[in-house]
T-cell receptor, first 116, second 113 residues
Framework: GAGVSQTPSNKVTEKGKYVELRCDPI?????LYWYRQSLGQGPEFLIY????????DSGLPNDRFFAVRPEGSVSTLKIQRTERGDSAVYLC??????????????FGEGSRLTVL | SQKIEQNSEALNIQEGKTATLTCNYT??????LQWYRQDPGRGPVFLLL?????KEKRKERLKVTFDTTLKQSLFHITASQPADSATYLC????????????FGAGTRLAVHP
Protein backbone atom coordinates (compact mmCIF):
# COMPACT_ATOMS: atom_id res chain seq x y z
CA GLY A 1 0.00 0.00 0.00
CA ALA A 2 0.89 3.62 -0.22
CA GLY A 3 1.11 4.23 3.50
CA VAL A 4 1.52 2.51 6.86
CA SER A 5 -1.48 0.30 7.54
CA GLN A 6 -2.63 -0.62 11.05
CA THR A 7 -5.32 -3.07 12.11
CA PRO A 8 -7.64 -3.06 13.89
CA SER A 9 -8.43 0.63 13.96
CA ASN A 10 -10.40 0.11 17.15
CA LYS A 11 -10.21 -2.66 19.72
CA VAL A 12 -12.33 -2.96 22.84
CA THR A 13 -11.37 -5.70 25.26
CA GLU A 14 -11.86 -6.71 28.85
CA LYS A 15 -9.27 -6.46 31.57
CA GLY A 16 -7.05 -9.53 31.60
CA LYS A 17 -7.49 -10.41 27.94
CA TYR A 18 -4.77 -10.78 25.30
CA VAL A 19 -4.63 -8.47 22.27
CA GLU A 20 -2.59 -8.25 19.09
CA LEU A 21 -2.15 -5.11 17.02
CA ARG A 22 -0.80 -5.36 13.50
CA CYS A 23 1.30 -2.96 11.46
CA ASP A 24 2.11 -3.17 7.75
CA PRO A 25 4.83 -0.59 6.98
CA ILE A 26 5.62 1.14 3.72
CA UNK A 27 7.23 -1.32 1.33
CA UNK A 28 11.00 -1.14 1.45
CA UNK A 29 11.20 0.66 4.79
CA UNK A 30 13.68 -1.22 6.97
CA UNK A 31 13.00 0.70 10.17
CA LEU A 32 9.74 0.19 12.08
CA TYR A 33 8.62 1.82 15.32
CA TRP A 34 5.80 1.45 17.80
CA TYR A 35 4.67 4.47 19.80
CA ARG A 36 1.81 4.86 22.26
CA GLN A 37 -0.27 8.02 22.61
CA SER A 38 -2.54 8.77 25.55
CA LEU A 39 -5.24 11.41 25.37
CA GLY A 40 -3.79 14.92 25.36
CA GLN A 41 -0.20 13.69 25.21
CA GLY A 42 2.40 13.27 22.52
CA PRO A 43 3.43 9.83 21.25
CA GLU A 44 5.70 7.84 23.57
CA PHE A 45 8.38 5.52 22.15
CA LEU A 46 7.92 1.80 22.76
CA ILE A 47 10.18 -0.21 20.43
CA TYR A 48 12.30 0.09 17.29
CA UNK A 49 13.04 -2.61 14.71
CA UNK A 50 15.80 -2.50 12.13
CA UNK A 51 14.96 -5.37 9.82
CA UNK A 52 13.79 -8.37 11.79
CA UNK A 53 15.51 -7.54 15.06
CA UNK A 54 14.35 -5.33 17.90
CA UNK A 55 17.23 -2.85 18.07
CA UNK A 56 15.76 -0.94 21.01
CA ASP A 57 12.87 -2.12 23.18
CA SER A 58 13.60 0.16 26.12
CA GLY A 59 10.22 1.87 25.89
CA LEU A 60 8.12 -1.25 26.50
CA PRO A 61 6.48 -0.58 29.89
CA ASN A 62 6.75 -4.13 31.26
CA ASP A 63 6.97 -7.77 30.26
CA ARG A 64 3.28 -7.92 29.32
CA PHE A 65 4.23 -6.10 26.13
CA PHE A 66 6.05 -7.84 23.31
CA ALA A 67 6.53 -7.13 19.61
CA VAL A 68 7.77 -9.17 16.67
CA ARG A 69 8.71 -8.59 13.06
CA PRO A 70 9.64 -12.07 11.83
CA GLU A 71 10.17 -11.33 8.14
CA GLY A 72 11.31 -7.74 8.35
CA SER A 73 8.07 -6.24 7.12
CA VAL A 74 4.80 -6.71 9.06
CA SER A 75 5.01 -6.28 12.82
CA THR A 76 2.69 -7.36 15.60
CA LEU A 77 2.48 -5.75 19.04
CA LYS A 78 1.23 -8.20 21.63
CA ILE A 79 -0.19 -7.26 25.01
CA GLN A 80 -0.91 -9.92 27.61
CA ARG A 81 -3.24 -9.61 30.60
CA THR A 82 -4.42 -6.19 29.55
CA GLU A 83 -5.03 -3.54 32.18
CA ARG A 84 -7.20 -0.43 32.05
CA GLY A 85 -4.04 1.69 32.00
CA ASP A 86 -3.10 0.13 28.66
CA SER A 87 -5.92 2.07 27.00
CA ALA A 88 -4.37 4.38 24.42
CA VAL A 89 -3.78 4.79 20.70
CA TYR A 90 -0.94 2.58 19.52
CA LEU A 91 0.87 4.14 16.58
CA CYS A 92 3.14 2.37 14.16
CA UNK A 93 5.65 4.24 12.02
CA UNK A 94 8.27 3.33 9.45
CA UNK A 95 11.23 5.08 7.88
CA UNK A 96 13.79 4.39 5.22
CA UNK A 97 16.89 3.78 7.29
CA UNK A 98 19.03 4.72 10.22
CA UNK A 99 21.59 7.23 11.32
CA UNK A 100 21.33 10.99 11.22
CA UNK A 101 19.62 10.69 7.85
CA UNK A 102 16.95 8.35 9.15
CA UNK A 103 14.62 11.08 8.05
CA UNK A 104 10.98 11.45 8.68
CA UNK A 105 8.71 8.96 10.31
CA UNK A 106 5.64 7.85 8.35
CA PHE A 107 2.90 7.09 10.85
CA GLY A 108 -0.15 4.92 10.46
CA GLU A 109 -3.56 6.05 11.66
CA GLY A 110 -3.19 4.08 14.87
CA SER A 111 -5.05 1.35 16.71
CA ARG A 112 -7.25 2.67 19.50
CA LEU A 113 -7.26 0.19 22.37
CA THR A 114 -9.88 0.42 25.10
CA VAL A 115 -9.64 -1.92 28.08
CA LEU A 116 -12.83 -2.12 30.08
CA SER B 1 15.11 13.46 32.60
CA GLN B 2 14.47 15.05 29.24
CA LYS B 3 11.50 17.34 29.13
CA ILE B 4 9.79 19.09 26.22
CA GLU B 5 7.34 21.91 26.76
CA GLN B 6 4.87 23.19 24.23
CA ASN B 7 2.12 25.72 24.90
CA SER B 8 -0.71 23.68 26.38
CA GLU B 9 -3.30 26.30 25.61
CA ALA B 10 -4.76 26.47 22.14
CA LEU B 11 -3.52 29.20 19.85
CA ASN B 12 -6.31 31.10 18.11
CA ILE B 13 -5.41 33.39 15.22
CA GLN B 14 -7.09 35.13 12.32
CA GLU B 15 -6.73 33.84 8.79
CA GLY B 16 -3.83 35.45 6.97
CA LYS B 17 -1.78 36.10 10.13
CA THR B 18 1.44 34.33 11.11
CA ALA B 19 1.15 31.58 13.70
CA THR B 20 4.16 31.04 15.97
CA LEU B 21 4.44 27.92 18.10
CA THR B 22 7.10 27.36 20.74
CA CYS B 23 8.98 24.24 21.78
CA ASN B 24 11.32 24.39 24.79
CA TYR B 25 13.42 21.52 26.05
CA THR B 26 15.67 20.80 29.02
CA UNK B 27 18.43 18.42 30.00
CA UNK B 28 19.32 17.30 26.52
CA UNK B 29 21.28 18.28 23.41
CA UNK B 30 19.47 16.67 20.49
CA UNK B 31 21.14 16.12 17.15
CA UNK B 32 17.95 17.18 15.43
CA LEU B 33 14.40 18.24 16.03
CA GLN B 34 11.25 17.48 14.05
CA TRP B 35 7.80 19.03 13.75
CA TYR B 36 4.67 17.01 13.01
CA ARG B 37 1.06 17.90 12.35
CA GLN B 38 -1.73 15.77 13.84
CA ASP B 39 -5.42 16.00 12.99
CA PRO B 40 -8.05 14.50 15.35
CA GLY B 41 -8.18 10.71 15.09
CA ARG B 42 -5.23 10.59 12.68
CA GLY B 43 -1.57 9.73 12.93
CA PRO B 44 1.09 12.47 13.00
CA VAL B 45 2.34 13.76 9.65
CA PHE B 46 5.94 14.92 9.26
CA LEU B 47 6.49 18.57 8.37
CA LEU B 48 10.11 19.62 8.91
CA LEU B 49 13.41 18.40 10.36
CA UNK B 50 16.14 20.77 11.53
CA UNK B 51 19.62 19.71 12.64
CA UNK B 52 21.61 21.13 15.53
CA UNK B 53 23.99 22.97 13.19
CA UNK B 54 21.13 24.64 11.30
CA LYS B 55 19.60 27.87 12.54
CA GLU B 56 16.60 27.98 10.25
CA LYS B 57 14.76 25.84 7.74
CA ARG B 58 11.91 26.77 5.41
CA LYS B 59 9.34 24.84 3.42
CA GLU B 60 6.67 26.78 1.53
CA ARG B 61 4.73 28.73 4.24
CA LEU B 62 6.51 26.96 7.08
CA LYS B 63 9.64 28.09 8.91
CA VAL B 64 11.45 26.46 11.80
CA THR B 65 14.25 27.89 13.90
CA PHE B 66 16.49 26.00 16.31
CA ASP B 67 18.42 27.79 19.05
CA THR B 68 20.58 25.27 20.92
CA THR B 69 21.73 27.95 23.38
CA LEU B 70 18.19 28.83 24.44
CA LYS B 71 17.13 25.18 23.98
CA GLN B 72 14.19 26.36 21.94
CA SER B 73 12.59 25.86 18.55
CA LEU B 74 10.03 28.16 16.99
CA PHE B 75 7.61 26.99 14.30
CA HIS B 76 6.00 29.62 12.08
CA ILE B 77 3.13 29.33 9.62
CA THR B 78 2.81 32.43 7.46
CA ALA B 79 -0.40 33.49 5.70
CA SER B 80 -2.29 31.00 7.85
CA GLN B 81 -5.45 29.32 6.55
CA PRO B 82 -8.32 27.55 8.32
CA ALA B 83 -6.97 24.30 6.82
CA ASP B 84 -3.86 24.78 8.99
CA SER B 85 -5.98 24.16 12.09
CA ALA B 86 -4.54 21.08 13.83
CA THR B 87 -2.27 20.03 16.69
CA TYR B 88 1.43 20.56 16.07
CA LEU B 89 3.94 18.29 17.79
CA CYS B 90 7.59 18.99 18.46
CA UNK B 91 9.91 15.99 18.76
CA UNK B 92 13.56 15.60 19.76
CA UNK B 93 15.85 12.78 18.72
CA UNK B 94 17.25 11.07 21.81
CA UNK B 95 19.22 8.22 20.29
CA UNK B 96 22.15 7.68 18.00
CA UNK B 97 20.02 8.81 15.13
CA UNK B 98 17.30 6.25 14.66
CA UNK B 99 14.28 8.40 15.41
CA UNK B 100 13.81 7.37 19.03
CA UNK B 101 11.88 10.57 19.48
CA UNK B 102 10.63 12.36 22.57
CA PHE B 103 7.45 14.22 21.70
CA GLY B 104 5.95 17.23 23.34
CA ALA B 105 2.24 17.19 24.15
CA GLY B 106 1.54 19.44 21.19
CA THR B 107 -0.11 22.80 20.69
CA ARG B 108 -3.54 23.06 19.13
CA LEU B 109 -3.81 25.78 16.49
CA ALA B 110 -7.18 27.17 15.40
CA VAL B 111 -7.21 29.54 12.41
CA HIS B 112 -10.44 31.50 12.12
CA PRO B 113 -11.81 32.90 8.84
Amino acid sequence: GAGVSQTPSNKVTEKGKYVELRCDPISGHTALYWYRQSLGQGPEFLIYFQGTGAADDSGLPNDRFFAVRPEGSVSTLKIQRTERGDSAVYLCASSTGQGIDAGELFFGEGSRLTVL
Amino acid sequence: SQKIEQNSEALNIQEGKTATLTCNYTNYSPAYLQWYRQDPGRGPVFLLLIRENEKEKRKERLKVTFDTTLKQSLFHITASQPADSATYLCALERSGGYNKLIFGAGTRLAVHP
